[in-house]
């Protein structure tokens, strides 16, 4: 990773990689960063026998103009990247947007599935209000 020259702060730079255990976020600010960083990550996965899985690569292109994506794809070493409209990362949706609408549904969405998971546990006279609470707060982070 330290080859991918990835301090510094986007605004400054014209790439920036996140990394977190397996999960990589590319950020650059033209197509061409893009293609050359992914080929620099590709090339260090392959020296210590990692592979990047095409099925999960995808790519977003944020600009100040609004548009959807028209099913358009990238071509980088032989590898096809789509581009998406939205994605997930550590848990947090992105969208080409910048909204968090769908953020704030999503989570609202599986508090509720986690309390209902529960529900006869919640409701149970054999356990104190200070448990559910403690429960309730550690399956909603889920």
Excluded at 29 to 42: H, M, P, S, Y
Excluded at 68 to 78: A, D, Q, S, Y
Excluded at 83 to 106: C, F, G, P, Q, W
Aim: glycine share 2%; proline share 0%; with cysteine.
């Amino acid at each position: 990773m330290k080859k991918l020259e990835m301090r510094g702060h986007i605004s400054m730079r014209l790439k920036q990689v996140c990394v977190y255990a397996d999960d990589i976020v590319l950020v650059t600010r033209t197509e061409q960063a893009l293609i050359n960083t992914f080929q620099k990550l590709k090339q260090e996965a392959i020296k210590y026998g990692l592979v990047i899985n095409q099925n999960k690569t995808k790519y977003m292109k944020h600009s100040r103009v609004q548009t959807k994506v028209k099913n358009k794809e990238i071509e980088i070493e032989g590898m096809r990247i789509e581009e998406v409209n939205s994605a997930k990362y550590l848990r947090t949706i992105m969208n080409v947007d910048n909204l968090i609408e769908e953020e704030i549904k999503e989570r609202i969405a599986a508090g509720n599935r986690s309390f209902f998971a529960n529900k006869k546990i919640f409701q149970s006279e054999l356990i104190t209000r200070k448990t559910k609470e403690r429960l309730y707060y550690m399956v909603s982070d889920q």
